[in-house]
């Protein structure tokens, strides 16, 4: 079905050139989408989107309380926002320093996006792979628990500058409360906060305690579920149903859909090597629900409006602006994008906020 749907517009994103960007870092964008279309219809649902995998399993209209899929990128979002992680001369994707405490971190304006999680979940892999079309920019993994131990700042051109960060629980740095905690209270301009969790084992002691954080720092946040390649599908199913139950019930702050990644997936790795065989890891959309966690990415630090087809998400931004406007929350969004138009939307999108998000009512 959603590769049906995917086939059918792959058209008109090639008749978009031009407006996805310009001259070769557009085109190379093409490239890699077009060797996703001609996957096998299956293959192609696994990889753009997972979790429309797992709904099949569900008896239709069983479990209308899950909220799998609410976020859902057409092509073209997908192929906008691989194109701000290309590098080119004109967008310049590099490392740009190191930290060990708040305020030996760089004074930058950009929007800021993080990526939190236990050791070892794969915080640098996922950052890795997302860097892929920037070969010559170094993000260190390890398998050994405990490797990053600075908070490693990555500038992605004019649009955001993206966080590694060291892991929670085993081998943590000893400093990590003072560096971590401390940034994810006070840093100013941090947008977006990911939490990566392990989809073997699920949620985690350590992973409470960082999710109690971003609750009461009142971070927007992501769950990003790691290294799905490892358990069998139904081991996957089971922890996506808990962890989701999770996020429904007992978070305030955490976006209500998951995002599945496996950077290292060995289902596409063929793909990605045939293509770019001295590079290890697939491009960051062609690992499993690339087709998501990329636009987040951009959309979450847009300050301009989308329009009438904005994404679910974006809309989701205004309703947090929404909430600013009344009070009724902390400054999540204390943003230039206050200053956007968006309060202009506000009772269209009021409405839409009644209807259709699950934590409406909670925030009136
Ligand atoms: N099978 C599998 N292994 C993965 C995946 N992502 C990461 N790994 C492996 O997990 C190990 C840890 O990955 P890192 O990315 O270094 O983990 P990290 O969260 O940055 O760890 P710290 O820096 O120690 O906090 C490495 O051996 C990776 O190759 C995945 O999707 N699937
Ligand atoms: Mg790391």
Redesign the pocket.
């Given at each position: 079905m959603a590769a049906h749907r995917l086939r059918q517009s792959v058209g008109r994103l090639f008749a978009m050139g031009p407006e996805l960007g310009s001259g070769r870092r557009a085109f190379s964008a093409f490239q890699a989408f077009t060797e996703v279309l001609r996957l096998p219809s299956k293959q192609l649902t696994k990889l753009v989107f997972p979790l429309e995998e797992l709904h099949e399993h569900f008896v239709p209209g069983s479990r209308p309380d899950l909220h799998l899929n609410i976020f859902h990128p057409s092509l073209e979002d997908i192929a906008r926002a691989e194109s701000f992680f290309t590098a080119s001369a004109r967008n310049r994707i590099e490392y740009l320093t190191s930290a060990v405490r708040l305020d030996h971190a760089p004074d930058l304006h950009r929007p800021e996006v993080c990526f939190i999680?236990?050791?070892?979940?794969?915080?640098?892999?996922?950052i890795?792979a997302l860097f892929s079309l920037a070969p010559e920019v170094e993000v260190r993994?390890?398998?050994?628990?405990?490797?990053?131990k600075k908070l490693n700042f990555y500038k992605v051109g004019k649009y955001f500058t993206l966080v590694?960060m060291?892991?929670y629980g085993y081998?943590a740095p000893e400093d990590f409360v003072d560096m971590v905690e401390t940034y994810l209270k006070e840093r100013k301009n941090l947008m977006r906060t990911f939490l990566?969790v392990d989809s073997v084992v699920g949620i985690q002691k350590a992973d409470n305690i960082a999710i109690e954080m971003c609750e009461e720092f009142a971070l927007p946040y992501v769950m990003v579920l790691?290294?799905?390649?490892?358990p069998s599908k139904g081991h996957l199913l089971k922890q996506v149903l808990q962890i989701q139950k999770f996020v429904d019930t007992k978070t305030q702050g955490c976006f209500p859909q998951l995002f599945p990644?496996?950077?290292?997936?060995s289902s596409v790795h063929g793909i990605s090597q045939a293509r770019r065989p001295e590079w290890p890891f697939p491009s960051p959309w062609i690992f499993p629900n690339h087709g998501s966690i990329l636009p987040l990415l951009h959309w979450q630090v847009d300050s301009q409006p989308l329009g009438h087809q904005g994404s679910p998400f974006n809309l989701h931004i205004r309703i947090k602006l929404h909430i600013i406007k009344y009070g009724s929350k902390s400054n999540w969004w204390e943003t230039k994008s206050l200053k956007s138009p968006f309060p202009l939307m506000l009772d269209y999108h009021s409405l839409f906020f009644i209807t259709s998000s699950r934590k409406g009512h909670k925030c009136y």
């Open positions: 999680g236990r050791s070892n979940v794969g915080k640098s892999s996922l890795k993994v390890s398998k050994k628990p405990g490797h990053t590694d060291p892991g081998r990566l790691t290294k799905i390649d490892k990644v496996s950077p290292l997936g």
